[in-house]
């Protein structure tokens, strides 16, 4: 029996008690005197376990799990696959510095994931523990390979929160605030949003007008085009609000880079390993990155990041020019290897077919509600966007966190993103019954709000 309809015929049971139940409040409690207050908790859901799509808090509430731990559970809460693999390594031996010595794990991991990689060059990958340290990779091996040192960004990116990340990171201020100075030499220019074009320009206009601004803007005012070392830009912005660039756009970047030697990196830590319906979302644009940074999805939960360059990139680094301690680690290296095989074997063909139906019904909801502005994404990475009337088109950012709240006080996981947008990124084994059943939620969620 396939995994998927493994999922399927787990039992499902009604919400126990009212939500938060007594064991959630009281270990929120507990949370709140220990914990550092800088994570933002968007709703007091405290999880007891999970099963593919399907997750239970510690007083037995079940809910549909759409958005799997921020796009990170890509094959499902404990896939009998990877629960099955991590066992056999725990028993074997979990650690032995990646950096200093070699394991087949690491080998197998890094052998799958270039072989994967989109074009047909030869490709090397540096292991991180999380997304921002594969971003904080790919600027180092930029400016080492290129000798230069700047690095243009966008506008509602999100690339991480250490320094260097950060400081191309232009998404929400509050994660900017107090923190500078940052790291210098970081330019950003404008995202080819269609639904939201900057300086209102026609949609069809949008990609060519911002990739002038980087030419003919950024390059005649702020900095000359040859100390660029590297543009970054996510395929699809995550936390900018699953923004789906418009199309020309990266070949644009690509040609933009060529014309001037500068190095072009995709950050897929979000949009990576299948969840488009395609392994990396830069496939859909037709052109081949030199650097590709994944994390999230690509371990399933267990942390791991992977920085993958372009051999020729890649082998100038001399050895000791870049490490990390768990770098390659044994769990995280069985992880990646067998989230990359299902991926391969099943999980994108479900993203594809169950992304198409999901995004189908959420435009049945876009035609019923007015305050539905836009439902965009690729397989399993769809955004729905609220707005406060379709003239002005203004942001409802208090009706998507109040579509969120409502939700989760019946039944489902949601997370918002950008500024009024919801964000389903859940686990890539959603069966249509599922979406069925996030659809239902969603449209009682909505009647419950009073939304037109
Ligand atoms: C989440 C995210 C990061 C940062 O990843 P962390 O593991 O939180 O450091 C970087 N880039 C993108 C596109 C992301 O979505």
């Not at 506008?155 to 509050?174: C, E, N």
């Not at 030199?290 to 920085?307: C, E, L, Q, R």
């Not at 690729?378 to 088109?393: A, P, Q, S, T, Y």
């Not at 239902?440 to 009073?450: K, M, P, Y």
Request: contains cysteine.
């Amino acid at each position: 029996m396939s995994p998927i309809n493994l999922f399927k015929e787990f039992p499902v049971t009604d919400l126990l008690t009212t939500i938060p139940g007594p064991r959630a409040t009281a270990l929120v409690d507990r949370d709140t005197a220990v914990m550092a207050p800088c994570s933002g908790r968007v709703y007091p859901f405290v999880m007891d376990r999970g099963l593919g799509c399907e997750v239970w808090d510690v007083d037995g509430n079940r809910y549909l799990d759409l958005n799997a731990g921020i796009a990170v559970v890509s094959t499902g809460h404990s896939h009998p696959r990877l629960v099955q693999a991590l066992q056999d390594q725990v028993s074997k031996f979990i650690h032995m510095a990646g950096t200093d010595f070699y394991n087949e794990p690491m080998v197998k991991a890094a052998e799958k994931i270039t072989s994967l990689m989109p074009g047909s060059g030869e490709w090397q990958v540096f292991f991180a523990n999380s997304g921002t340290e594969s971003v904080e990779a790919a600027i180092k091996l930029a400016r080492y390979y290129t000798k230069r040192q700047n690095v243009i960004g966008f506008y509602s990116s999100f690339h991480g929160r250490s320094y260097g990340s950060l400081s191309i990171t232009a998404s929400k201020p509050y994660q900017r605030k107090g923190f500078f100075p940052l790291m210098p030499g970081v330019f950003h220019a404008f995202y080819p949003n269609p639904y939201r074009t900057p300086w209102g320009v026609e949609p069809e206009r949008v990609a060519e007008i911002c990739l002038d601004f980087i030419e003919k803007t950024l390059f005649t005012t702020t900095t000359p085009a040859d100390d660029v070392a590297a543009i970054i830009a996510e395929p699809i912005q995550g936390e900018g609000g699953y923004v789906v660039p418009a199309p020309g756009f990266w070949q644009g970047l690509r040609d933009l880079c060529d014309r001037h030697g500068i190095l072009l990196i995709a950050d897929e830590v979000q949009s990576g390993v299948g969840r488009t319906g395609k392994m990396w979302a830069v496939e859909y644009e037709g052109i081949v990155p030199d650097i590709i940074t994944s994390a999230k999805g690509i371990g399933s939960g267990v942390p791991v990041g992977a920085m993958v360059a372009r051999k020729e990139i890649s082998s100038v680094w001399k050895p000791g020019a870049h490490g990390n301690t768990y770098g390659g680690n044994a769990l995280a290296m069985r992880a990646v290897y067998e989230t990359l095989c299902l991926a391969e074997e099943e999980l994108m063909a479900n993203a594809n077919e169950v992304g198409g139906y999901f995004k189908q019904r959420l435009h049945e909801l876009e035609d019923r509600y007015e305050c539905i502005g836009d439902v965009r994404g690729r397989g399993l990475m769809i955004g729905m966007e609220f707005i406060k009337d379709n003239v002005n088109k203004d942001p409802h950012g208090d009706l998507s966190n109040a579509v969120m709240e409502e939700s989760f006080r019946r039944g489902m996981l949601l997370l918002t993103c950008g500024k009024s947008t919801i964000r389903f990124c859940p686990p890539l084994v959603l069966t249509k019954d599922q979406v069925d059943e996030g659809i239902n939620l969603l449209n009682d969620t909505l009647q419950a709000l009073g939304a037109k």
